[in-house]
């Protein structure tokens, strides 16, 4: 059973920076496409980010796209997703989620992933 586990979040000053990482356990990590999401008080769950199983290919959303970098370390079983220029309506609970590889192009709906960690609270002050 794969669990997943976020780390990372906090309380940062717009303009700042967080490197948030998602520590997957329970299944082979290279048989996993991975994804970001987030979700704000009140709002549906959003897409972040997401990478293939090989880091092979990679999609982020319009909103980070340009200062948001995912990445994986298959020894460590970890996916890494870096945002830069942090802004206020950044702020919600950041989730990473997997599921079974597919022709290297993950997912960018949430209803397409099978497993999702309890996710890390991100808040960025003005």
């Known amino acids: 059973q794969v669990q997943l586990v976020e780390l990372g979040g906090g309380l940062v000053p717009a303009g700042g920076s967080l490197r948030l990482s998602c520590e997957v356990s329970g299944r082979t990590f290279s048989e996993l496409d991975i994804g970001w999401f987030r979700q704000a008080p009140g709002k549906e769950r959003a897409f972040v980010s997401a990478i293939s199983w090989s880091g092979g290919s990679i999609y982020y959303a319009d909103v980070v796209r340009g200062r948001s970098t995912i990445s994986r370390d298959n020894a460590k079983n970890t996916v890494f997703l870096q945002i830069d220029n942090l802004k206020p309506g950044n702020t919600a609970v950041y989730y990473c989620?997997?599921?079974?590889?597919?022709?290297?192009?993950?997912?960018?709906?949430?209803?397409?992933?099978?497993?999702w960690g309890h996710g890390t609270q991100v808040t960025v002050s003005s």
């Open positions: 989620a997997a599921r079974d590889k597919d022709n290297n192009h993950p997912a960018i709906s949430h209803l397409r992933y099978d497993t």
